[in-house]
């Protein structure tokens, strides 16, 4: 076995050490009728490396790779461009095979990058501080207004219709258990979204206001309007970026005067991998730091004077505080975290910004290209790289005959609200600096004639 | 003569040299030992290590009313420039690539490079979770494949995937814990603890909605089952165990314990990150457990990366696989796996509790765990198992005449063999042997914990150190403990020949400064 460096006569040789007979004497303390004469029954034995590649490729080759169709999805999760460094620096063994930085004399490497990657964050999202990372950015979230509770004493979340509905769920779940209240909506097929009917929703028992920036339909709410109204309610505002590099284009949530601002950042050099693992994003007012979830990494100095770096506040992490914890989280998505500073590293604010204007340049065209296909409507006034079109039937159905012609075309909202007929009509359409002429070309050309073959079916 | 350096930052300098002279350098790099400034200190506004298209198109109207006043305040750096900051930075960092890292508790073992590969292949790293389901089978397969791995290496019923870290899953248990006594109408309120449990497990509790209560350690390392079974009654909903337990030993009435918790109709929650002891050796479900995580990260090897991603499956008893989180896998009549998602829940999977997270788990982690498993196979995994409590027996038997083992007498530890401080030099302690490490170029052992032992030092050497490497951590070990006995001052201010001396916690609690200035 290749992993295992132990030989025959070495664990004989450490037997006699322990004065064991054999290592079975070892699991003495296993009751022998729990113990399990031989390996595992009705499982396969050991394979070579080539033989487990050969197995995992084969798998892979199953799926459709965004990269290998004109790719359209976004709805939490983009399709950047991850430079080449980005991926070879994370697997620098130092980085890669390193535990949490418990002992920080021998992980200055790690700390520095958290401390830094903690300031790009905050200076992303326009917050005073920001944390070395969560899980994603739906648990993020209702980390937020886990924290908004523990903030303001009060139990009750307000979440505009906007919110990804897997946040919406994430949130509900915690909820059901907890004992909180959570006044949610639906979003309506509307230019703009609904500000005043969220803001009606804000009373004296509101903990917190839950907004999507951008949001799912890709509609850009005014932060500052409903920031106001939740101030003045004595209500927190969370703003949730599922797309960081709308940030190099549209302004930073905390400068609007959101009081938590969390995120995902998989957009930058994380991947799409199937969901996960992705990076949860979370800063705030420096005044509430103490009420965070998760680690942070402080500057301080060593015994010799020289500038360094610990994980600190620890008071109100599990490990110490057990039961009294502001949260239960320990591993984070340090390695995503790593990969999202590299490429915002490479980027540079500037860099970021002009980012972001590629990919309106893009979303722009597929707009233009989409509204010219007939029965097709774009819906948003304002998006940055993710709209909606309405289409004349279900999106659903059109998603899998557009897969079927090999192009992903985007996320139907039935897919994401199957409870919601109304809503079933309408597809969410993302690009990005991948996105190429060709497949907005073809994204138009095939969406057409699916649509015009409407009671066809799909081709075989 | 030296610039003053007005970066803030204070590089390396003076200590040591020959014939009591210190060499100075005026860089502030020491030979192969390199300082980094912070990329704020390095990197320029306007510098980018990307090449991207100027765009002049104006934006859609509606969005100008939205735009920010300024790009946001953050220096770029090049490609080489970049490269070289990282790389740099990465070389203050111990790691298991590096050598022996017995972090107790952890499961710090080799990560086969295999794995990398595959997770990177563009079927695995490069589709959406919201692609339709029949664009990704061969995703789904990894999960089903590795699914039924989980479940029949543990004997249990169904594997709730998403969870995305240990933490995560012990949420996920005992969520489905609370969904299944309300659905049968029980609001019972405690959860009973060990002492010597991870902290994780009674934040845990306390976010689920519990009152979390302690069960005492008998005096050799167990859970005490009378004092368990006095407290346990109508009001306990769980009981959490570790198994084997933070004091590297197997709960030998686990399945005592499981049945007293079960007929006062109660539940049990398994921690299960020391399940490498155990993996294809025996099945917890055979112990009457009710649901367990995995850490995928521990066990199942995936990198650590200095503070996660992880993954944290839960397994599930028959009781509790209906109320499992969504989106949930299920093999249909037709043999198809499909992931259950909202949209058909009501239908396939209709009492689950609900979404603990976006989308569909940790994808990227499952193909490595997959890869890992395949590999070892079930004769490989209960290899596995052997060596990693042969490796941490041998180390408890060649410490324990100069280091304290307070349950070594009993008999055989698991994985890991704890050792405490007693027996050190007054004013001496296990922070300073920990530190003692590090010069020795290893990295420190679980310290201060499990709380029940009096400065606990945990080591889990893992089944992929070989025994020359143990034995060069035993002779470091048995220096330091020689030195922490006898009070030798220079092990006080330890460690020496690293890029940072020990740092001043207490200064970076009281003022915390968690970002860099904005010049």
Redesign the interface.
Known sequence: ???????PA??A???G????DS?D???????P????P??????????S?M???R??????????????AP?F?G???Y?H?I?A?V???????????????Y????????L??L??F???V???FGT???N??M?????ACWEAV?MAGRVTRRSKAVLCGGL????V??I???A????DQIDSRVPTLS?EPDEAGLIAAIDAATACVVVQYPDVLGR?PDLAKIAAAAQAQGALLIAVVTEPVA??????PG?LGADIVVG?GQSLSV????????LGLFGCREKF?RQMPG????????????????L????R?????????T??????????A?AFS?H????????????A??N??RA?QTAAALAGVAGVEVL?????NEFTVILPRDAREV??EL?DYGV?GG?SL???Y??QPELSNALLVTAT?TTTDQDIHALAAILGEVLANAHEGSPT | MNAPNVS?????MG?GGGEGAPIVTTSGDRGLSLE?P???EL????????D????D?P?????AR????A???????T?PE??R???R??????????GP?P?GS?T?K???R?N???A?????????????Q??????I??IA?LAH?LV??TGMSAVAMTP?????G??CGL?CI?AALEARGDARQVVLVPESA???N????????YR?ENIPATAEGRVDLAALTARLGPDVAAVMITNPNTCG??E?D??AISDAVHSAGGLVYCDGANFNA?V????PG??GIDAMHI?L?KTFST?????????GPVVLSAALAPFA??PFALRGPDGIIRLV???DAPVHHPQS?????????????F?RA??YI???????????A??A???A??V???LEDLLDAPFAGA??C?HEALFSDSGFAEGFSTLDL??GL?DEGF??MTVY?PLVVHGAMLIEPT?????A?LDRFIGSMRSLAERARAGDPGLK?A?HL????????T???RK?????P?A
Request: aromatic residues 6%; charged residues 20%.
């Open positions: 076995m290749r992993y295992l460096p132990l030989t070495d664990r040789e450490m037997l050490v322990i004065g064991a290592v004497a070892l699991f003495a303390d296993v009751p009728e729990a113990r399990l031989g390996p595992v029954p009705g499982l396969p034995h050991h394979a490396e033989a487990v590649e197995h995992m490729a084969a798998l892979a080759a199953q799926n459709l790779a965004a990269g290998a790719f999805l709805a939490g999760a399709r461009h430079p460094s991926d070879h620096l994370i697997q620098r063994g130092e980085f890669l095979t390193a535990y949490t930085p002992q920080p004399e021998i992980a200055q490497g790690t520095q990058v401390f830094e903690q300031t790009q905050a200076r992303l005073d501080v920001a070395a990372s899980y994603d950015g739906s648990t886990a990804h509905p897997h946040y769920a994430t509900e779940t915690m059901r258990f907890t004992g230019a850009v940030l190099g284009l549209i302004e930073a400068k995902e991947g799409l991998q199937f969901g996960g693992p992705y730091v680690r942070l990494c402080g500057q301080t100095v060593d015994a010799d004077g020289r500038r360094g770096f610990v600190t506040l620890s008071t992490e599990q490990h110490i505080r057990r039961e009294k914890a949260s239960n989280i320990c591993t984070n998505s340090g390695l995503c790593l590299i915002m590293t490479l980027l540079g604010g500037d860099g970021l910004a002009r980012l204007r590629i309106h340049a722009q948003n006034h304002a998006y940055v998603v899998r897969a992903l996320v039935g897919r994401l199957p409870r600096e | 803030g930052w204070r590089p390396a200590e980094e912070l990329i704020f990197g320029r506004a306007g510098t980018c290590g990307v991207l298209d100027e765009v198109t934006v859609v109207p509606g969005l939205f735009l920010r006043a790009p946001p305040a953050l220096p770029g750096l490609e970049t490269v900051h990282y790389t930075l990465s070389r203050q960092n111990y790691a298991i690539d590096l890292f972090l952890c710090m080799h990560n086969p295999l990398e590969k595959v990177r292949l563009p079927g695995f790293a490069d589709i959406h979770p919201l692609q339709p029949h664009t990704v089978r061969g995703a397969g990894v494949e791995w029949t290496l995305k870290a240990g933490a995560h012990e949420l969520l609370r991870h902290g994780t009674p934040a845990t509790a306390a976010f689920a909605g979390v030993l197997f030998r686990m399945k155990i294809g050796k025996v099945r055979d112990l850490n990260h990198p650590h990366g200095g503070g996660g991603p992880g993954s989180p969504l998602e909202e949209e509790f609900g979404r603990m997270a976006a989308f569909h788990g940790q994808m990227g982690m193909t997959l890869a395949l590999s070892h196979g079930a004769d490989g995994l209960r290899q596995v052997e060596d409590v042969l490796n027996n041998y408890l038997r060649s008999g055989p698991m920990a530190k590090i990295h420190p914990f089944e992929t150190e070989s025994k490497g201010s460690p690293v890029p940072r001396r020990r740092l001043d916690e200064q970076a609690a915390p400064v968690l970002v860099w904005e």
